[in-house]
Nanobody, 120 residues
Framework: QVQLVESGGGLVQPGGSLRLSCVASGSISSIYAMGWYRQAPGKQRELVAT???????NYADSVKGRFTISRDNARNTVYMQMNSLKPEDTAVYYC??????????????WGQGTQVTVSS
């Protein structure tokens, strides 16, 4: 069994910053791609950023230059530094990771989500 637990969400004013963290735990053999997605009220979940095990990152156009994804393979953790936040960044942010265990090939696991609200 694998669990992903996010932290770091909250309320911030426009132009502010937040740093999200997501730790994977359980019977982990290897973690491949990790990423962050978000879902705003009334909208579909969308990709924000992903990062491979080899540290190759990819971003949605809407966050390029403002958000930075990183990971610590030794700690099974992925981070996302969010700067210059805008009200339209308000959403529930979900962590995802492709994880292989001793008994299962790579499978996409999801965290429970953390709320980010950008408002004055």
């Amino acid at each position: 069994q694998v669990q992903l637990v996010e932290s770091g969400g909250g309320l911030v004013q426009p132009g502010g910053s937040l740093r999200l963290s997501c730790v994977a735990s359980g019977s982990i053999s290897s973690i491949y791609a990790m990423g962050w997605y978000r879902q705003a009220p009334g909208k579909q979940r969308e990709l924000v950023a992903t990062i491979t095990r080899g540290y190759i990152s990819n971003y949605a156009d809407s966050v390029k230059g403002r958000f930075t994804i990183s990971r610590d393979n030794a700690r099974n953790t992925v981070y996302m530094q969010m700067n210059s936040l805008k009200p339209e960044d308000t959403a529930v942010y979900y962590c995802s990771a492709a994880v292989a265990t001793m008994t299962r090939p790579p499978y996409d696991y999801w965290g429970q989500g953390t709320q980010v609200t950008v408002s004055s």
